[in-house]
Structures are given as C-alpha cells and as structure tokens.
C-alpha cells in the first residue's frame, strides 16, 4: 500500500478539494492511506471503493468519510462524478479537552469510516449543502472563504455526532503506530515491485516471519502479496502503453512479467482489454515501429 503524499500547505488552511471525475473506466487503484481525512461525495455514478478488507459500492447521493490513516482503494467502471475533501484533523481539532472533541477526533480519527447513505431526512440534506458549500467557497475563494469553508466542515460533522443515524460505521484500522513498517513496505516495492521479490525478500528486510508479513499484508491492503504486486505492475504497464513507444513485449519485462502470454492474459483478466487493445483505445495515433 502506498503512503500518499497529498500537500496541503499552499492552500491558507490545511485542506484541498479535487473533482471526482471519470467518463472512462478507472480499473486500477491500489490501497493507500495518507494522514488527511477523506469525504467522498458521489454525485452521479457509481465508485468502487475498498476499506481495509471491506468492498463497498459507493453510488449517487452517497458520502463516505474515511479515517486518518485509514488503508482504502477506489476504482471506477462506469461513470461517476463527485468531488472529494481532503483535509488534516487539526483544522478542525483545537480544544481538545471538551468532551465534543474528543467525540469528533473519536470520529475522524479512529478506527472506522463511515458511510452516509442517501436519505430523505431533513438532516441528510441539510449535512449535503453543508459539503457542497465547502466546494462552492474553496472554489470561488472569494472573501472569508476560508471562515466559510470550516464552519461548513464543523456544521457537517456536528450533524453527524447529533444524528448518528445519518452514517453506519466501517471497520477500517488507524495505523498511525505502524506507519514506518507502512512506509518501509511502500519503499521496497515502490523500487523494486518491477524486479524479482518475494515475500520472504521483504519479510526479512521488516525482520518478521513471511507467516506474519502474509497476515499483516492481508489486513493492511486486502489483497495477497501476489495479488498486489500484480495490480503494481499492472500499472506501470498502463503507464508505459501510454506514454512510450515499446514493444508490448518489451513492456511486459519491464514491469516483471517474464513471459508475454502470462503478461497478455493477466492484462485482460483484470483491466478488461488486452495490451494492445488498452494502446489503441487510449493512444489511438500510435503506430507501431
């Protein structure tokens, strides 16, 4: 799973907006985490999401607030609109001795997300003009946006601790303790994930038993060792179908698949096309050499 390291410091508060637009299929996500609180809005469309080991379907009118270090993935095999929320606890966490924030670290800082089904209830409207106003102020930046912008965000999860029927709870682990072992696994297969590894490879680099890298892998991504590290590759195939000139052949061992027919196969398993069906539909004016 790959730390993601999303800046927030250009902006006046600790806090960044990013539409979630795709007309194309988005088959590939890895899982990742980063220490940014994370609400997902769906607008129209339906997103694949993956918390910890969990595969929900997020569709229209649904919002997802995904916890501080929590690991996650999402993908999209339709279209799909929406916008997501990033932003860091401290924005919103400066009295920590009240009891209500420590109710409200308790929420975006422990060790579930939630998920705010689509409802008719006078609050769940009321919580959605809430983060469509966060949108509209970051946008416009227009005088007092950043006054606005967090009133909105305490306004939204005060709802929320006031109406806990608006969201049911996702078990998704906060791994603050253990982001250097998250980091040193990220690394290593980050520069080696196209070369030969093996679990015991990175078992003994982390000093534990392979019995225990499978286990803590598992829980962390949701996905094998094996599984993942294909997704990788998978990747930086897309990648280079894309944007250089190789041979699929040559592509397929540069991303560590050591035959092409495995490399074909598995391409089409997963993404939906082959390598060379994926070149044509998304570089349509190249031309093979």
Known sequence: MLKENRATAS??????????VSD?????????WHE?????????????????????????????IINQYGVHSTKAEKRVRGFVIFFLPSLLLNNKGSAEERSLSALICGTQSLIMPQATAVE???????????????????????????????NFFGLLLANPFL????????????????????????????????????????????????HI?????GYTFSQYLIRYR????????????????????????NSVNYFNRVFKEVIGLTPRA????????????
Do not use: W
């Open 234 to 257: 998978l990747i930086k195939a897309e990648e280079m179908l894309v944007s250089g000139d190789q041979p699929i052949t040559e592509v397929a061992m540069a991303c560590g698949f």
């Open 167 to 214: 969201y049911y709870e996702v078990p998704n682990h906060n791994y603050r303790r253990q982001r250097e072992r998250l980091d040193k696994i990220s690394k290593i297969i980050e520069d080696r994930g196209t070369e030969t590894i093996t679990l015991a490879d990175i078992a003994k680099e982390l000093n534990i038993s392979t019995f225990r890298f499978c």
């Open 11 to 20: 902006y006046e508060i600790p806090l960044e907006i990013l539409d979630q």
């Open 36 to 64: 940014l609180v994370e609400i997902i809005y769906i607008e129209e469309g339906e997103l694949l999401l993956q918390l910890g080991e969990k595969n929900l379907l997020l569709s229209s009118g649904q919002v997802c």
């Open 217 to 221: 892998f598992k829980e962390l991504t």
């Open 124 to 154: 769940y409207r009321i919580a959605l003009k809430n983060l469509k106003a966060i949108y509209e102020n970051y946008t416009k930046k227009g005088n007092g946006h950043t006054l606005f912008v967090r009133s909105n965000l305490y």
């Open 24 to 32: 194309e299929p988005q088959v590939l996500s890895l899982p990742h």
């Open 278 to 289: 994926y070149r044509n539909k998304y570089r349509p004016g190249f031309k093979k050499k």
